[in-house]
T-cell receptor, first 113, second 113 residues
């Protein structure tokens, strides 16, 4: 039972354009959502988070949008840079601890110069 | 200010041997989480520990796997009598408390031959 889904295995974007990564969830008990970035052979790096009481959170080039009625969140990266090329994981948590997370399968983002 | 340190980075074990994975959390963090990533999949939660206590082990296999986080020293994930299916990347994360973001280590890649 995949409670957090990232339906696009990969995304290719030109440098300077917007990257939009999507994530859907099914568990209404989730109240905290995060995006992590991961390079090969490294651990996930925290990017940005959003609480269920908000619908938008912005940090520099990264913005996360949350649509609770649709159980959908997205990560926007503007402008995209070649160094953003990595695997992006959506994760959801709540309840016991914000460190106990349910991860999506990941989306491979490639930003072309 | 060191991040989460995991060792070894790579571990090779023969079927039937024991694997011990170590995790030193960020200094000052008392909450530790272990995750496993199988090839082509997202990270899956295994266990959540706070100093000397197991808080949530709902993701741990019932047999052969155990975890501890003693008062002094690193957290240890122990896998007894390893099988080929245990081959995966094991990530440890730590947080200051249960309501803050968890930061991940670089992982231990276990290969069972």
């Amino acid at each position: 039972d995949q409670q957090v889904k990232q339906n696009s295995p990969s995304l290719s974007v030109q440098e300077g354009r917007i990257s939009i990564l999507n994530c859907d969830y099914t568990n209404s008990m989730f109240d905290y959502f995060l995006w992590y970035k991961k390079y090969p052979a490294e651990g996930p790096t925290f990017l940005i988070s959003i609480s269920s009481i908000k619908d938008k959170n912005e940090d520099g080039r990264f913005t996360v949008f949350l649509n609770k009625s649709a159980k959908h969140l997205s990560l926007h990266i503007v402008p995209s840079q070649p160094g953003d090329s990595a695997v992006y994981f959506c994760a959801a948590g709540g309840g016991t601890s914000y460190g106990k997370l349910t991860f999506g399968q990941g989306t491979i983002l490639t930003v072309h110069p | 200010n060191a991040g989460v340190m995991q060792n070894p980075r790579h571990l090779v074990r023969r079927r039937g041997q024991e694997a011990r994975l170590r995790c030193s959390p960020v200094k000052g963090h008392s909450h530790v989480y272990w995750y496993r990533q199988l090839p082509e999949e997202g990270l899956k939660f295994m266990v959540y520990l706070q100093k000397e206590n197991i808080i949530d082990e709902s993701g741990m296999p019932k047999e052969r796997f155990s975890a501890e986080f003693p008062k002094e020293g690193p957290s240890i994930l122990r896998i007894q009598q390893v099988v080929r299916g245990d081959s995966a990347a094991y990530f440890c994360a730590s947080s200051h408390d249960k309501n803050t973001e968890a930061f991940f280590g670089q992982g231990t890649r276990l290969t069972v031959v």
